[in-house]
T-cell receptor
Framework: ETGVTQTPRHLVMGMTNKKSLKCEQH?????MYWYKQSAKKPLELMFV???????ENNSVPSRFSPECPNSSHLFLHLHTLQPEDSALYLC????????????FGQGTRLTVV | ELKVEQNPLFLSMQEGKNYTIYCNYS?????LYWYRQDPGKSLESLFV?????AVKQEGRLMASLDTKARLSTLHITAAVHDLSATYFC????????????FGTGTLLAVQP
């Protein structure tokens, strides 16, 4: 248990569906992140939030839409995804942006059919 | 282009043997992390290496950092089956947004 909880753990969705991934951290951290982990590729940083404000968007397609309503919760809204978006999506948090000791959630395994 | 390369990508080793995983990176950094990931589980932080020459040890694992050579190593001593997992190095490239660049990972399988 790392203090970062992601739901759901597994998700299968069609290309026309809309779904959301949820991340919650109980560590009192101010920074939260979304990473994508595809097979045989390094983890890719997608978004960075600092105190609910997005501070980085790494050229992620608009079909991925993050939301951070408060410093403990982070969402990733998904719509009209492609099969190549199938991956493990990992949420992480750290004390603050620039403090790179990050704690990761267990991830959501997403399959787009 | 920034690269973080791990070698080997897959390692099958017998219990009791020693081996080293290498992490080479292509940019200046003085901070490097090692993580472990078990199948279906989260990434677990193993080591934080904060300066040139840093060496840290925990149990059968020892990590070191040579910032001049842009190289980190994770040495496994007398491997046991419980060490089977995927190991990632991640390089902090600095800047305001906390950017970690991950290696591709090394899948370690320790055989009895």
């Amino acid at each position: 248990e790392t203090g970062v909880t992601q739901t759901p753990r597994h998700l299968v969705m069609g290309m026309t569906n809309k779904k959301s991934l949820k991340c919650e951290q109980h560590l009192g951290h101010n920074a939260m992140y979304w990473y994508k982990q595809s097979a045989k590729k390094p983890l890719e940083l997608m978004f960075v939030y600092s105190l609910e404000e997005r501070v980085e968007n790494n050229s992620v397609p608009s079909r991925f839409s993050p939301e951070c309503p408060n410093s403990s919760h982070l969402f990733l809204h998904l719509h009209t995804l492609q099969p190549e978006d199938s991956a493990l999506y990992l949420c992480a948090s750290s004390r603050r942006v620039g403090w790179t000791e990050a704690f990761f959630g267990q991830g959501t395994r997403l399959t787009v059919v | 282009e920034l690269k973080v390369e791990q070698n080997p990508l897959f390692l099958s080793m017998q219990e009791g043997k020693n081996y080293t995983i290498y992490c080479n990176y292509s940019t200046t950094s003085d901070r490097l992390y090692w993580y472990r990931q078990d199948p279906g589980k989260s990434l677990e932080s193993l080591f934080v290496l904060l300066s040139n020459g840093a060496v840290k040890q925990e149990g059968r694992l020892m990590a070191s950092l040579d910032t001049k050579a842009r190289l980190s190593t994770l040495h496994i001593t007398a491997a046991v089956h419980d060490l089977s997992a995927t190991y990632f190095c991640a390089v902090d490239i600095g800047g305001a947004t906390n950017k970690l660049i991950f290696g591709t990972g090394t899948l370690l399988a320790v055989q009895p």
